[in-house]
């Protein structure tokens, strides 16, 4: 049986001394509900904050996750951060192709590709993230358009590998809009890339990978979705924030 995770990208928001405040939060938060939690917890928090809050995390059960990093291990590319710098950290999942990321920075499928081969190289987790535009979804091309990104995202990668990675589903229009996709809609999506993957893969591989559902995750609307059979987990934006939000959608598996 599939394990849920729940992984909170704090995006660009907080100071080391913010984060510090937030991690602590989170962490007595789930200490004190931890008879009650049956879930992999994630936090990435932006990089100036990541060697104070994996120190924080030491002996806690919650994991570091990285927002982005470069597919190359060292090199003349400022302002880029490598896969053994996360590592050294302690990082063991890494956010890949996140819209914003293909927006704002222009990561390319061809970029998001290395991206993940690399974080298996050093021994993360990629969290690759697919989804539409609304324009997209309006003209009802949302399946083809995330399988022409699993198909260049999961090229030449093993069954192995792709077994162990997580896919986040993250329609563009609810990220940051308040705007959510119905537990219907997203469990329609998460089943088509489930049957994507056993298509390029096989039974097995379709069977093990966890399949994130991200878009305006909030306590009162997260229950529906990590309840529909093919939704193992979110990949939660605003809400991870929050501690006592956080928490509610921990609690809501």
Request: hydrophobic share 40%; charged share 20%; net charge negative.
């Amino acid at each position: 049986m599939r394990k849920k995770i729940i992984a909170g990208n704090w995006k660009m928001n907080g100071t080391v001394t913010e984060s510090t405040i937030l991690v602590e939060a989170i962490k007595k938060a789930i200490s004190s509900q931890k008879d009650k939690l049956s879930c992999d917890i994630v936090v990435c928090p932006p990089f100036t904050a990541m060697s104070t809050v994996s120190d924080l995390l030491d002996g806690s059960s919650i994991q570091l996750g990285a927002q982005n990093m470069h597919a190359i291990d060292k090199g003349a590319f400022t302002g880029e951060i490598s896969p053994p710098m996360l590592t050294e950290l302690g990082c063991t999942y890494v956010i890949i192709g996140h819209s914003e990321r293909r927006e704002y920075a222009q990561e390319s499928d061809s970029d998001i590709h290395a991206k993940i081969k690399a974080a298996f190289h050093y021994g993360m987790t990629p969290i690759l993230c697919v989804g539409e535009s609304l324009e997209q979804r309006e003209k009802n091309v949302t399946l083809s358009w995330i399988k022409n990104q699993l198909t260049s995202a999961l090229n030449e990668l093993s069954s192995e590998e792709v077994s162990k990675m997580i896919i986040a589903y993250e329609p563009i229009w609810a990220i940051g809009t308040g705007m959510t996709a119905t537990a219907e809609q997203a469990e329609e999506v998460c089943s088509s890339i489930r049957n994507m993957i056993k298509t390029m893969f096989n039974d097995e591989v379709a069977s093990s990978v966890r399949i994130q559902y991200g878009g305006s995750v909030k306590g009162d609307n997260a229950k529906a979705l990590l309840h529909k059979p093919n939704i193992d987990g979110a990949l939660v934006g605003g809400a991870s924030l929050d501690a006592d939000e956080f928490m509610n959608i921990i609690l809501s598996i």
